[in-house]
């Protein structure tokens, strides 16, 4: 019979005797019943140019200039050192669990904005680049791409 592997990190936290465990439950509990979504927020066409931009489109040649995945990715360093710093100050009663929530979403969209702002491969198709665009503009709209990104919380549940 095989066995499921699980991980776990510790927060470093010191329950101590003088602790009372339902009030640090108490505190520690809202952490499981919200998420932070961080992604972009706009209408139908902006949709379907970024998730075009994001995956590519073999029909219209267009290659993949992941900005969302990407900037997902470039923000779990910054935002698991914060979420291991902000934990203890939770369970010590110093931190509200909502105050690390804005700061897990605005970490995230920070690091995903500046992550848009870097894109600069692949380069630009021969017949894209001859329409002239501009310099080093990849993507189309992205003025309203980038004021679309955002964030917010949301219970978990959804």
Do not use: C, W
């Amino acid at each position: 019979m095989s066995r499921k592997r699980t991980r776990s990190r510790r927060a470093g936290i010191e329950v101590t005797g003088e602790d009372i465990l339902t009030e640090l439950a108490a505190r520690l509990r809202p952490l499981m019943q919200q998420k932070v979504r961080i992604g972009m927020q706009g209408d139908a066409e902006l949709a379907m140019i970024a998730g075009v931009h994001e995956y590519g489109s073999v029909k219209m040649n267009i290659p993949a200039r992941s900005f969302i995945g990407s900037g997902k990715r470039k923000g779990q360093t910054p935002i698991g050192k914060l979420v291991r710093a902000s934990v203890g100050e939770i369970a010590r009663g110093r931190k509200r669990v909502d105050e690390l929530m804005q700061e897990i979403g605005e970490t995230g969209l920070d690091r995903m904005v500046k992550n848009f702002d870097r894109i600069r491969q692949p380069p630009l198709s021969a017949r894209y680049a001859r329409i002239k665009r501009g310099p080093n503009k990849l993507l189309q709209r992205d003025e309203d791409l980038r004021d679309s990104l955002t964030y917010d919380v949301v219970p978990r549940s959804e």
